[in-house]
């Protein structure tokens, strides 16, 4: 068995032709076929590479073309750091609340298999909180909100539930020349909500009244306190903000260290209860048929298109401009910080000299032929 520190994902798609067995049994979409390979190919040698040179020392170095797929183990780590920076240059300098919204498991294998329907989550979630938020004694809010789309639980098991990031307060929709705060979330009521719109607008995105009967009144009727969300962590600083969130939201669906086996015939791989009961945080270790282990990290690639990150409010595309000017009159956004963020920004991909440590600037390209 190899030591578990050399087990890649890589090396498991590779290994006995796994990947090419798997695709020999499945029909997949040509986009995940695609992500998958690319995966495999990611940093090969003496394939696709890029000359680079320091502009400081003028050091060259030569690197292997990476694949900036979100399933990469490599790569997912870069996407991490991009994200936080991101996070931290366009986020509003108030209190964020830090959700997650939840949907009861009977529901995951009608939306497993209808994968367009994820948007209609991420879509309830800001209706909710903006109905919530507007009912203060002051008036219609616009908050800012990002939602994240997250299809899996650490157990790799088909888990969907959105992550979510809002300020807790928003601009006077009237005017929007005013920051209105609001702190209370009340609990009972989230749930309750969360539940009713969920179910509503999935039945008018259906257009079947199947759901009524097969999924409608069943919750109605077994979930009387409504669906789960979590409300409770509240975060100032918009480094620790993005820090914070990029642990849960922007990473593979499994990192490579939490497997510590394989044979060749089966994955041996581990993670820890998040349950909140008396088991929470015990270590579990799951053993797979590799085909099977494959199946589930493949299921878990979202359809071609879909947006896992979606931005509400103050902080949609359409609003985003206005919002940050409005925001900075009143100081609650600091526009200096852009411009350091986004050289950050646009070192993150860029190789570190290893004489100096200056960020290292393309030169040329080599494709074999």
């Known amino acids: ?15 006995n032709n796994h990947w090419q067995g798997y695709i020999g049994m499945r029909e997949l979409d040509p986009d995940v076929i695609r992500q998958v390979e690319s995966m495999m190919k990611c940093g090969d040698y003496p394939e696709h590479v890029k000359y680079y040179v320091c ?22 780590k870069q996407f991490a750091d991009a994200w936080a920076i991101k996070m931290e240059r366009d986020l509003y300098d108030v209190i964020h609340r830090h959700m997650i919204f939840t949907l009861p498991s009977s529901i995951w294998p009608f939306l497993d298999e209808h994968r367009h329907l994820w ?18 004694g002051w008036g219609a809010v616009v908050p800012g909100v990002i939602c994240i789309f997250h299809p899996f639980g650490k157990d790799l098991k088909f888990n969907p539930h959105v992550h979510v990031l809002v300020t807790e307060g928003g601009l006077k929709k009237d005017t929007m020349d005013e920051w209105i705060p609001v702190t209370y979330f009340p609990y009972k009521i ?55 969130v ?7 669906a499994i990192a490579e260290s ?39 990290i493949v299921n878990l690639i979202p359809p071609k298109g879909f947006k896992m990150i979606r931005h509400y409010g103050l902080y949609s595309r359409n609003q985003k401009k206005k919002a940050k ?10 526009r200096k910080k852009e411009e350091k963020l986004n050289s950050m920004l646009n070192n993150v991909w860029k190789p570190l000299c290893p004489k100096c440590g200056e960020s290292m600037i393309p030169e040329e390209c080599y494709y074999p032929t």
């Open 55 to 76: 502009p400081k020392c003028e050091t060259r170095e030569k690197r292997a073309f990476r694949c900036k797929t979100r399933m990469c183990t490599h790569c997912g």
């Open 246 to 252: 990029v642990r849960y939201v922007r990473h593979p």
């Open 258 to 296: 939490r497997i510590i086996g394989y044979d060749g015939n089966s994955v041996t791989f581990y993670y820890e209860r998040m349950d909140g009961t008396e088991s929470n945080g015990q270590r579990v270790e799951v053993t797979l048929p590799v085909m099977e282990f494959i199946d589930k």
């Open 190 to 244: 989230l749930r309750k909500k969360w539940q009713y719109m969920f179910l509503k607008n999935l039945r008018k995105a259906t257009k079947n009244t199947l759901t009524h009967w097969t999924i409608e009144e069943p919750c109605f009727e077994k979930y009387q306190n409504g669906f789960y969300v979590r409300a409770k962590d509240r975060v100032w600083n918009s480094r620790e903000l993005g820090n914070y």
């Open 119 to 136: 948007k209609v989550m991420l879509d309830t979630v800001y209706q909710v909180l903006q109905e919530m938020m507007s009912n203060n």
């Open 1 to 15: 068995m190899p030591n578990p520190k050399s087990i890649t994902l890589k090396h498991i798609f590779y290994d």
């Open 325 to 334: 000017d409005i925001m900075n009159g009143l100081k609650l956004y600091n």
